[in-house]
Nanobody, 114 residues
Framework: VQLQASGGGLVQPGGYLRLSCLAS????????MGWYRQAPGNQRQYLGS???????NYADSVKGRFTISRDSAKNTMYLQMNNLKPEDTAVYYC?????????WGQGTLVTVSS
């Protein structure tokens, strides 16, 4: 499985962005997918996930602001981020749990600044 994250950029506080994660390869081996982020000097932080059945789970820190969805026909997972704050600035990574272990995308940078 290969993952390609995209959609990052510069946004003002209070703004929104939608990140995408395109999966390719052995899609059938994916059990679930998730989003993480890592700010400079910090550990990678779990944001949320979506199971194979479509059930979602979120970290308390982003619940109500971030929404994970997917388009199975496009092999793509999304992260809709609303009401962005400067502390949301980080590199965002998508992750897939597969039968051969976790897979990571390359990350996309989100900068929230005025």
């Amino acid at each position: 499985v290969q993952l390609q994250a995209s959609g990052g950029g510069l946004v003002q506080p209070g703004g929104y962005l939608r990140l995408s994660c395109l999966a390719s390869g052995t899609i059938f081996s994916i059990n679930g997918m998730g989003w993480y982020r890592q700010a400079p000097g910090n550990q990678r932080q779990y944001l949320g996930s979506i199971s194979r059945a479509g059930n979602t789970n979120y970290a308390d820190s982003v619940k109500g602001r971030f929404t994970i969805s997917r388009d199975s026909a496009k092999n793509t997972m999304y992260l809709q981020m609303n009401n962005l704050k400067p502390e949301d600035t980080a590199v965002y990574y998508c992750n897939a749990g597969t039968s051969s272990g976790p897979k990571w995308g390359q990350g996309t940078l989100v900068t929230v600044s005025s």
